[in-house]
């Protein structure tokens, strides 16, 4: 029987052809370090690097591709600007929808000093800018936030409270790792200082990429991470300092990096604002037939306009394991249980400890595979 893959908010699946091709061409073609040897290979690696810097630039909206910089994945980004510009005695504010990936270094930074302002969202996971507002205070020196939400897919008015930080002189950071390549983000008219994105979502690019946008001159006052070899400035045992090697040593992940290159072009050859539509539609159907039945419960905004295309749900009387076994095991339909690394935001949603079911189609999800899990999902709730 064949898969339907269901859990692109994990990671997306499948993976378009072209990315595979580059990633074979590089390993049986070019193979060689970017930017640490003079001969074509390593010219040619080089090449890619910087082309797929150019790329997430175009997706963003940015014309100097220097300010991106690569990264393993999101998680590793939001490390290397926590860590290096937050200072103990500063005030940070987040919210009660982040994943893990931005809560974990924002605990470990607490009990250094760092004094953290979690923002309560409401049982839909939408966010208030007003109540982002009445946390500002004197120390108060960055704001970090989903663009949207890995649990219920809530999208953030990431324009309205980049306004709100650009009015206080507050740096603002948005985890764009479950958006970028579905939802059209323009960071400098969203008044966006750094922006977090991951290759292996809905950039369709290979696990182990990622990166971060860093605004002009802000890198400054970020201190670098690691230091070490970027093929630059050799003659100097001081690490570079300008983008984006400051935030750069030791040999890249360049064939993930060629993949992701060939994914980009093929998400912008779609279009962002049709890839947006399509997931859109899909996430309409797929809500229209979880509200038909009866002990199904919906979490989240339940309204394709205001969400990415990800649903949680959980069935009356079965855990969310129950319920995705039995996808998996008895209809080929892969979803995700749990609290997907998210426990704040289920404590929010009010579905803590044990989570729920979470669908979130991707580009190739067809409309017969909605329709199939629905069904799945109607059997499997009728056996109660
Ligand atoms: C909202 C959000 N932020 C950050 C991450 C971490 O991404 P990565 O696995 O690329 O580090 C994820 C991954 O699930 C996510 O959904």
Not at 24 to 53: C, D, K, Q
Not at 176 to 185: E, I, K, R, V
Request: glycine share 10%; proline share 5%.
């Amino acid at each position: 029987m064949k898969i339907v893959y269901l859990d692109n908010a994990a990671t997306s699946w499948p993976k378009p052809e072209v990315m595979i091709d580059a990633m074979t061409h590089f390993a049986r073609n070019i193979g060689a370090n970017p930017g640490r040897s003079a001969h074509r290979l390593s010219v040619e690696a080089a090449r890619i690097i910087f082309e797929a810097r150019e790329i997430i630039g175009q997706i963003i909206g940015i014309s100097d591709p220097t300010r991106i910089v690569f990264t393993r994945n999101a998680t590793e980004g939001i490390n290397i600007i926590l860590k290096g510009f937050l200072k103990p005695g500063d005030h940070v504010i987040t919210s009660s929808m982040e994943h893990n990936s931005v809560i974990r270094p924002l605990r470990k930074l607490e009990k250094k000093g760092v004094e953290v302002s979690v923002v309560k969202c409401k049982e839909d996971g939408s966010i208030r800018h007003e109540d982002i507002s009445k946390e500002i205070k004197r120390n108060t020196r960055l704001i970090i936030l989903t663009h949207a939400s890995n649990v219920t897919g809530t999208l953030f008015p990431v324009e309205d409270i980049g306004e709100i930080a650009k009015n206080h002189g507050i740096v603002f950071c948005v985890d764009a790792a479950q958006t970028l390549g579905n939802t059209p983000l323009n960071v400098e008219k969203s008044g966006v200082d750094v922006l977090f994105f991951t290759g292996h979502k809905s950039l369709l690019g290979p696990q182990g990429t990622g990166g971060v946008y860093i605004r002009k001159g802000l890198e400054c006052e970020i201190d670098s991470f690691e230091e070490g070899g970027t093929g630059s400035r050799s003659e100097f045992e001081e690490h570079p300092d300008f983008m984006p090697d400051r935030f750069e040593s030791g040999t890249p992940n360049t064939i993930g990096i060629s993949g992701l290159l060939a994914s980009c072009k093929f998400v912008l050859g779609y279009g962002i604002d049709n890839v947006r539509e399509k997931e859109m539609r899909v996430t309409e159907k797929l809500l229209r037939g979880l509200s038909s039945i009866s002990n199904v419960r919906i979490y989240g905004p339940k309204d394709p306009g205001k969400m990415i295309s990800i649903v949680s749900f959980n069935i009356d009387g079965l855990s969310p394991s129950q319920v995705s076994l039995a996808l998996d095991e008895e209809f080929n339909v892969m979803t995700r249980p749990g609290l997907h690394c998210s426990p704040l935001a289920h404590r929010t949603i009010g579905t803590f400890p044990h989570g729920t079911v979470r669908i979130s189609p991707g580009i190739f999800t067809e409309d017969a595979e909605i329709e199939f899990t629905i069904e799945a999902i109607k059997r499997i709730s009728h056996r109660l």
